[in-house]
């Protein structure tokens, strides 16, 4: 097999990893009231149960940044990925609070994992590749995400029982994932291999700036898939059902922004793209806030979408980009800054706005999203616009596949 049939087929064996994850993640956050309901877990409670997921993602992330050191990420997310499917057949299946207690327990190790792996091989097939095909990536996600809601959407619609809901696409996807599996590829043995010293003196404070924009990145997303249906339904007076419209719109918008985006950074680098989607994402925030009524808080919404789409994957391939020789370290730490934004978004926003004004709330993830601006020179300069006049030969250090353990 040719170097360049492999690296074709990473790619799209690396794609469909990121769209199985993105059904996975959607099914299972879409049924969180069926799951209360099913196990009988109090208001009181839930709360412990959701922080425990990304909680213990954050612990796998850091594990799995040690884990990579004696075995490729590929390795890793083979086997990741699976018992993310069958956690999530898990958080169905139980009937007893221990039963859920010990599947989200499961599901957030095994997704730490993932996340982590799966923007490992991203960073360093982008470095392969010698442009930018990290957006493309988490387009999939998107698309997954889109499909996995609409399928949580039809269950419900039917009244399917969680185990029926969860068992069509953990049927389907699982299988597809061991196979794909398969043709995973990493970096060669020479560029994997580890010297033992991690981000070296001082790494961490120069990967601090990605860290914070990971996590006021992922604040904003959190604030639109907890608060975006309460918002438009209590604050702009909408009807239920129009409620539930612009989360669905805020990740069409995701998928559009992230399936372009590549080209934009080839054509004007990743610093003007962030930027870019730094302003239209504060901007969004501040239609959100202002809005007179329902449609104008969709217009902030969409906005939202196709502003916060660039950033984070922007922000893992910055950190390949400025640790060259500990890419998979930097993508690791990193990561765990999406579970921080992740926890600190929904409590923050929902107490300002109990304590005070949800309209006032809006302000404060759009002043952290400005943070990225202050920060933009991180994404690096000329060797972050891929595929413009300096591009890189297209195969650079192509070791092991994933069908190569």
Not at 4 to 12: E, F, I, K, Y
Not at 86 to 105: I, K, N, Y
Not at 158 to 164: K, S, V, Y
Not at 374 to 397: I, K, L, M, N, T
Request: proline share 4%; glycine share 14%.
């Amino acid at each position: 097999m040719t170097a360049d049939v492999r690296l074709r087929r990473g790619r799209g064996a690396l794609g469909f990893s990121f769209f199985v994850q993105g059904v996975t993640f959607a099914l299972l956050v879409t049924r969180i009231p069926a799951i209360q309901d099913r196990y009988g877990i109090s208001d009181g409670l839930l709360p412990a149960f959701l922080a425990a997921v990304p909680i213990l993602a954050g612990v796998s992330s850091v594990a799995t940044e040690h884990l990579v050191k004696r075995v490729p990420p590929s390795v890793v997310l083979r086997w990741a990925q699976p018992l993310v499917l069958l956690a999530l057949l898990g958080a169905g299946a139980g009937t007893d609070l221990w039963h859920v207690a010990l599947a989200l327990g499961a599901f957030g190790l095994s997704v730490g994992a993932l996340d982590a792996s799966m923007n490992m091989l991203g960073v360093s097939l982008q470095g392969a590749y010698g442009r930018s095909i990290m957006l493309g990536f988490h387009a999939s996600y998107s698309l997954g995400g889109i499909l996995g809601a609409s399928a949580a959407w039809a269950g419900v619609h039917w009244h399917l029982a969680l185990f029926a809901s969860y068992l069509p696409a953990v049927v389907v996807l699982l299988p597809a994932a061991v196979v794909v599996g398969r043709f995973y590829v990493d970096r060669g043995a020479a560029a994997h291999e580890s010297d033992g010293t991690g981000l070296g003196v001082g790494g961490f404070k120069l990967l601090l700036p990605l860290c914070l924009v990971m996590a006021c990145a992922y604040i904003g997303d959190s604030t639109v898939g907890n608060w975006s249906a309460k918002y438009l339904q209590d604050v702009l007076g909408s009807s239920e059902q129009l409620a539930t419209v612009p989360y669905n719109v805020y990740m069409v918008t995701t998928l559009l922004g992230r399936a372009v985006g590549d080209l934009g950074v080839r054509r004007f680098g990743a610093v003007a793209v962030v930027r870019t989607g730094t302003v239209v994402a504060a901007g969004g925030f501040a239609v959100v806030a202002v809005a007179s009524g329902p449609w104008v808080g969709m217009l902030g919404f969409t906005m939202l979408g196709i502003g916060l789409c660039v950033i984070v994957p922007q922000t893992f391939a910055a950190a390949g980009r400025l640790f060259p020789g500990a890419s998979d370290t930097a993508v690791a730490r990193l990561n765990i800054f999406n579970y921080v934004g992740f926890l600190i978004g929904a409590p923050l926003v929902g107490g300002i706005g109990d304590a005070w004004s949800y309209r006032g709330a809006m302000f404060v993830p759009m002043a952290l999203v400005l943070v990225t601006l202050f920060y933009a020179r991180s994404f690096g300069s000329d060797g972050a616009r891929y595929g413009v006049r300096h591009e890189r030969p297209r195969v650079v250090d192509v070791g092991r596949g994933g069908n190569e353990v």
